[in-house]
């Protein structure tokens, strides 16, 4: 019997194992087939981020175009402008600025004293806790204190780190408050005994990127030898306008005439004006002026030299070549690290400018470090934020975080349908955004009219119109319907989702066109609009479709604009409210259910 009982316990173990390592091996593939969906998941936004960015490098060279042809149809009306900008240039001083802004007994913000403190610091950190918005004076007296600062201090520091003080670094924040509060919270407030760096992007995307510039600014003014501000390529007024910081101070302060003018001093921390790469120029004032100004513009290399420098992205290839994804600067491999690295007895080099799954990345054989702070970036649950601590002679110690409150209990199925469901709805709105494109190319693959195309074929279609490096065969179950023999019907591309017409009879193409440049006509009012009253007159909105189609060579017809802009004159005063009339191109997803958490999608 004790042998009859022990072979029985050995079968018992035997299938207990085995059970165990079939349960290991599916869990083991579930897991690894959500990772693949979380990784093509943050595939689409950062793709679509990259394109975005490249549409605003062209946009450049439109900004250029546009002023000197607009010049000669409304020459008189820039006059006036050019006689009220000369105006401004009067005040330069900072207390013309200041003055101008009274702070009344009632506001019950944060007072800052000046030569500011520590407490200070501590003070504007509670208030932005309590969501509390510093007033207007403040900002300027910060901002003008700031540049006074900046402009005495050398382009490059040179910061030393001992056994007793470790130096702290961190990436991109893009306006994402919560995320510089936890890491103050994890590693403490700036001091002389605890240094930061802070690598660029504190702006943009983020609702709170003005409290991040005052919480950087007020600390690096406490503490200038201690807290170090990299300049970002979204420390820029042209990136600005599109990506949400110039609307977040229109919104917040209503002073906004004084207050923008002087905020785009602080753009470029070692000259008094940026330049954009084709000869328009936004000096230290926010005004634009073309080529043939006064103001004297970088030479070409120059410019070249700092796109480079802020646009630029590691890459495993050897070698050095243009940067297609953003657009502007490059790719740069091992090799070329190496070079440098060794050319000025350098060991590595840290920075930012990529979102990274887990808020950081290490490539090039360790010598290159990216690092990125700012969390659920694309979607909640996206990335980590992380920072890195150095400390002499030891190696770079990461820290990550993730500051959210509605994904902490989830489980990773959850969030990964919750990012890809967002990721696929946004790859949506792109799609029917050049619907007529698409169809005139799917169906010129379509030989036999069959309303079906490969697989292989629909993809090259997307990828070729779209402009879109994406796993296309990957992402079809996603976006389209497949028959039973694996062939595409390729009009379902566009299922469930449409563009809203602002009116009836504007033509398709015409409201496609209108949505997929609409970021870019919102700059182009944004800098027209001088006054930042955020209308435009009904001369304008038609002048400058005129222009803005005959250098992207969008064949319009002339008369649907009109009629489009007569029709969008609700109250017949003679001029739109653009915001308005851009919210009126929104995408409708008639199905939000583009990917229901079933079990069979899911595992």
Sequence with gaps: MGCSSSSTKTRKSETSLKAALIIQNWYRGYKARLKARQHYALTIFQSIEYADEQGQMQL????????????????????????????????????????????????????????????????????????????????????????????????????????SKELTICGDLHGKLDDLFMIFYKNGLPSESNPYVFNGDFVDRGKYSIEILMILCVSFLVYPNDLHLNRGNHEDFMMNLRYGFTKEILHK??????????????????????????GVTFNAHGRIKTNGSPIEHLPKHEWEQIIDILWSDPRGKNGCFPNTGRGGGCYFGPDVTSKILNKYQLKMLIRSHECKPEGYEICHDGKVVTIFSASNYY?????????????????????????????CFQPLRQRVYTMESSAIKILKERVISRKSDLTRAFQLQDHRKSGKLSLSQWAFCMENILGLNLPWRSLSSNLVNIDKNGNVEYMSSFQN???????????????????????????IFNAIDTDHSGLISMEEFCDMWKLFSSHYNVLIDDSQVNKLANVMDLNKDGSIDFHEFLKAFYVVHRYEGLMKPDVTNLV
Aim: charge should be negative; glycine fraction near 2%.
């Design 497 to 523: 989702i449409h563009i809203e017409k602002p009116v009836q009879e504007a033509h398709s193409t015409l409201v496609e066109t209108l949505y997929r440049y609409r970021s870019d006509l919102e700059i």
């Design 379 to 407: 979607e909640e649950g996206s990335n980590r934020g992380a920072y890195i601590k150095l400390c002499s002679g030891t190696a770079p110690r990461f820290f990550q975080y993730q500051v959210t409150k509605a994904t």
């Design 253 to 278: 302060y209503k002073m906004k005439s004084v207050l923008i003018l002087p905020m785009e001093t602080n753009r470029d921390y070692d000259t008094d004006s940026t330049h954009n790469k084709v």
């Design 60 to 163: 450049s060279s439109f900004f250029s175009f546009m002023f000197e042809n607009y010049a000669h149809v409304h020459k008189e009306e820039l006059e006036l402008r050019h006689q009220f900008l000369e105006s401004e240039q009067d005040m330069r001083d900072r207390l013309d600025y200041v003055d101008l802004i009274d702070v009344p007994d009632s506001y019950n913000g944060p007072r800052l004293q000046f030569p500011l403190t520590c407490t200070d610091i501590d003070l504007l950190l509670e208030a932005f806790k309590e969501q509390q918005v510093l007033h207007a004076h403040y900002v300027l007296e910060v901002l003008f204190e700031t540049k006074k600062v900046l402009k005495q201090m050398p382009n490059f520091t040179h910061v030393q780190t001992s056994p």
